[in-house]
Nanobody
Framework: QVQLVESGGGLVQAGDSLRLSCAASGRTFSSYAVGWFRQAPGKEREFVAAITWSTGSTYYADSVKGRFTISRDNAKNTVYLQMNSLKPEDTAVYYC?????????????????????WGQGTQVTVSS
């Protein structure tokens, strides 16, 4: 198993920044990548960004491209999501999840079905 714990959420104003963290533990050697997803009230959980542990290859949803940056610290088994220029529509519970499978197509990391273990989520609220 891989355990994931998110932190860093909070209440901010539009235009502000936040950095989320996702700390991984357990069988992290079996992890290929970590993805961030979010779920707003009444909406489906949607992909935000993902990064591979080995090469640091990244993939972003169009809605956050240019505003959010995903990074990782392999020594700390931690993945970060730097969120800049936040908008009220970014309000959601943010989850990180483990992707155990290698892929040559980065876009595949946007598929929710690839992820097996999930964190509990952290709330991000952006006021206008």
């Amino acid at each position: 198993q891989v355990q994931l714990v998110e932190s860093g959420g909070g209440l901010v104003q539009a235009g502000d920044s936040l950095r989320l963290s996702c700390a991984a533990s357990g069988r992290t050697f079996s992890s290929y990548a970590v993805g961030w997803f979010r779920q707003a009230p009444g909406k489906e959980r949607e992909f935000v960004a993902a990064i591979t542990w080995s090469t640091g290859s990244t993939y972003y949803a169009d809605s956050v491209k240019g505003r959010f940056t995903i990074s990782r610290d392999n020594a700390k088994n931690t993945v970060y999501l730097q969120m800049n220029s936040l908008k009220p529509e970014d309000t959601a519970v943010y989850y990180c999840a483990n992707d155990p499978r290698y892929t040559t197509t980065l876009q595949n990391m946007g598929l929710r079905s690839r992820y097996d273990y999930w964190g509990q989520g952290t709330q991000v609220t952006v006021s206008s």
